[in-house]
């Protein structure tokens, strides 16, 4: 039985709390309705917490929004990826959610 890992030593999954998923929202809802990206999806695992946004349904993700947390007693840090890349480290979700507003926008007419 010693190589079975105790329950207790597990780490619980995170998750975005409810301010964190609203701005993270209210810029997907943003792109949305220009048409830039049309699906989305979380995944919450040990110690990290991640907000997929894609361009078309079967594709990879264009952006993930993931959210890490190495200990209990430590602030959470963010990190966006763009399919392969590290695009932006940051300490808060603003800095995250100011990288898209400063990505170029679609322009219909």
Known sequence: MSGITSPRKLRKPLFFN???LGQILATYSSRVACGE???Y????MPGAAAFS???HTHETPLFVIE???RHPKE???FILRDRQ????KASSLTDIIGYFN???RLVSG
């Open 85 to 88: 890349k590290t695009l932006l």
């Open 102 to 104: 400063r990505l170029p």
């Open 53 to 55: 946004i894609f361009r």
């Open 41 to 44: 999806a979380i995944d919450h």
């Open 75 to 77: 602030s959470a840090r």
């Open 67 to 69: 959210k890490q947390q």
């Open 37 to 39: 990206w049309r699906d």
């Open 18 to 20: 409810r301010s964190e």
